[in-house]
């Protein structure tokens, strides 16, 4: 059994020493360059622990697991070009460091290369991963084109949120951990209950990022708090706060959501104290709290003894602990 340190430097290793000897080179170039400069590689990781459940030799299914690395970063590639946000893990965003036209090609080639090294899996597996991986990116693309309505609805309930980011974002994480199991020959109730296991972590890792964005510490999360009350981000914060204020409260809020112009600071620490006025932080604690207890109940279902479940415990736990 590996632990998941020792997986991600495999991870790391094996992206590093990708290929790239299609021509032109410059269309190319911004794709080594995404994947050069870091991440939690959260996805391939929990694919080489779902699989290492069962079988012992994970370097096998490195090639599947660094397929669902590069589609984690073509969607950040164009998340970001989207935003038309400047840093991306305090580097230089694809579209500003060469143009948007640069993005939008070089980020569907890597799609491409997604799509290609998920396939290259044993002949026997390949419709099964193939198929959960494209039903994967049908759910993301759904769950990004929900995030971009809400930006102009203020009654989004936390029931349309939670379904937003569980499409955005946690499926992908079950999709990892279920063709991880696939690839091992696991049981296919294990494929499911691995599935709905990363689905609840995905949710909880979501709503921890709304969270450590408010209250975070700057120097441990690696940037300043704020950036989602700065921006009217629709977050599982601001929803809350908009639905269970009271009628001063709102008015506040709303001020704070049309204002045009205003200072940064000012606008974040009367937002945070709204929040803190509401109890919203207990709320989304509570919330990431449910839906990582009930992730674990999944895993329990897992046919698999208990000390093989362990690492993938563990992992899920660190995934829960980041600092804030």
């Not at 039903?135 to 949120?161: A, C, H, K, S, W």
């Not at 919203?280 to 109940?297: A, S, T, W």
């Not at 993938?312 to 980041?322: E, F, I, S, T, V």
Request: proline share 2%; glycine share 6%.
């Amino acid at each position: 059994m590996y632990k998941s340190n020792e997986l991600l430097k495999k991870v790391n290793e094996a992206l590093d020493g990708l290929v790239y000897d299609r021509k032109p080179y410059s269309l190319y170039e911004p794709i080594k360059y995404v994947l050069s400069i870091g991440g939690k590689r959260v996805r391939p990781v929990l694919t080489l622990l779902a699989y290492n459940l069962y079988k012992d030799d994970p370097e096998r299914i490195m090639t599947q697991a660094i397929g669902l690395e590069t589609y984690h970063n073509f969607t950040l590639l164009h998340d970001d070009l989207m935003d038309n946000a400047d840093m991306r893990r305090g580097n230089e965003t694809v579209h500003k460091k060469w143009d948007a036209n640069q993005a939008i090609l070089s980020g569907d080639t890597m799609l491409l290369q997604a799509f290609e090294r998920i396939e290259a899996c044993d002949v026997s597996k390949v419709k099964d991963v193939f198929k959960t991986f494209l039903i994967t990116t049908y759910e993301i693309g759904e769950g990004q084109q929900l995030d971009v309505e809400f930006e102009t609805r203020n009654d989004v309930t936390e029931d349309e949120y939670i379904e937003m980011i569980r499409l955005k974002t946690s499926v992908l994480l079950a999709c990892a951990v279920k063709i991880g199991a696939i690839l091992a020959d696991a049981p296919k109730e294990d494929w499911e209950n691995l599935y709905k296991f990363g689905e609840q972590i995905g949710l909880a890792f979501q709503l921890q990022d709304d969270l450590l964005d408010v209250y975070g510490d700057p120097k441990v999360f690696g940037k300043v708090p704020g950036g989602d009350i700065t921006s009217n981000k629709k977050t599982y914060m601001l929803i809350n706060a908009y639905n269970l204020a009271n009628e001063a409260q709102r008015k506040e809020l709303e001020k704070w959501i049309y204002a045009k112009e205003f200072d940064r600071n000012e606008k974040v620490a009367a937002v945070t104290k709204l929040y803190d006025e509401i109890g919203i932080r207990q709320l989304c604690e509570k919330k990431m709290e449910e839906c990582y207890q009930l992730g674990l109940k999944y895993l329990a279902k897992v046919n698999v003894p208990e000390e093989r479940k362990a690492e993938l415990k563990a992992y899920a736990a660190d995934l829960m602990n980041r600092e804030r």
